[in-house]
C-alpha cells in the first residue's frame, strides 16, 4: 500500500521567498502522487499531480512538484509566494476505496 | 471539471436530532466519498461508495452513519442521532476512474450540533 508522509505541519515564509513543502511516499508498485490545497472555508483543490512521464509537474499559479524517485520524494515548491498562498496543503497517494489523507502543511505567508 | 455542490452550507442542529447532507455529483461518476474535518484538524475519510454500494469505510462509520443515492444523483450522508462530536465540516468528493485519478471536493457543509 501507499503511504505519504509530510514532515512539516507549518511552514512560515515571507511574501516573495521560495518555498519547499516536502513529502516523502513509500510504495512498492505503480506510484501517484497529488498535491492538493485547501484555503480557509473551503474544500480541498487539486494544485498537481504525477502519474507518469516527465518527473517534474508544474500547476497554473505557480507551483510546481518533483518526482524523484531516488529520494522518494515529491516536495512542493513556489520561487516566489504570494499572501494569496497561505493555505493548507496535502500530498496524497491516490489509493482506491480507501483514498486517506495526512496531516497536512500550513503555509503562512508573512507579509 | 464540474463542481460538486454540497447542500446546506450550514446546518445547525440540537443534539439527537436526524440530518442529512447532500451532494450533487454528476451523474456519470462512479466513485464518492465522504470525508469530516473537525475544526483545526485533518481531513478523516469517513466512507467510499461505489457503483452504488459502500466499498470502504473508516471506524468513524458507525451506525448513526449511513449515505445512499436514492435517485442516482443525490448522494446524501445521514447521521441518526447527532452527537455534540460530530460538529464539524462535511466535504463530499467524486472521481471519475480509479485510483489514479484525482478527487474533486465540494465546498463542504458545516455542521453545528447544539
Known amino acids: 500500500a501507499q503511504s505519504v508522509t509530510q514532515l512539516d505541519s507549518q511552514v512560515p515564509v515571507f511574501e516573495e521567498a521560495p518555498v519547499e513543502l516536502r513529502c516523502n511516499y513509500s510504495?512498492?508498485?505503480?506510484?501517484?502522487l497529488f498535491w492538493y490545497v485547501q484555503y480557509p472555508n473551503q474544500g480541498l483543490q487539486l494544485l498537481l499531480k504525477?502519474?507518469?512521464?516527465?518527473?517534474l509537474v508544474e500547476s497554473i499559479n505557480g507551483f510546481e512538484a518533483e518526482f524523484n524517485k531516488s529520494q522518494t520524494s515529491f516536495h512542493l515548491r513556489k520561487p516566489s509566494v504570494h499572501i494569496s498562498d497561505t493555505a493548507e496543503y496535502f500530498c496524497?497517494?491516490?489509493?482506491?476505496?480507501?483514498?486517506?489523507f495526512g496531516t497536512g502543511t500550513k503555509l503562512q505567508v508573512i507579509p | 471539471e464540474p463542481e460538486v455542490t454540497q447542500t446546506p452550507s450550514h446546518q445547525v442542529t440540537q443534539m439527537g436530532q436526524e440530518v442529512i447532507l447532500r451532494c450533487v455529483p454528476i451523474?456519470?461518476?462512479?466513485?464518492f466519498y465522504w470525508y469530516r474535518q473537525i475544526l483545526g484538524q485533518k481531513v478523516e475519510f469517513l466512507v467510499s461508495?461505489?457503483?452504488?454500494?459502500?466499498?470502504?469505510k473508516s471506524e468513524i462509520f458507525d451506525d448513526q452513519f449511513s449515505v445512499e443515492r436514492p435517485d442516482g444523483s443525490n448522494f446524501t450522508l445521514k447521521i441518526r442521532s447527532t452527537k455534540l462530536e460530530d460538529s464539524a465540516m462535511y466535504f463530499c468528493a467524486r472521481r471519475t476512474q480509479g485510483h489514479n485519478s484525482p478527487l474533486h471536493f465540494g465546498n463542504g457543509t458545516r455542521l453545528t450540533v447544539t
Open positions: 461508495f461505489y457503483n452504488n454500494e459502500i466499498s470502504e
Open positions: 451523474s456519470n461518476h462512479l466513485y
Open positions: 496524497n497517494s491516490g489509493g482506491y476505496q480507501k483514498v486517506t
Open positions: 510504495s512498492s508498485v505503480s506510484v501517484y
Open positions: 504525477y502519474l507518469s512521464g516527465s518527473t
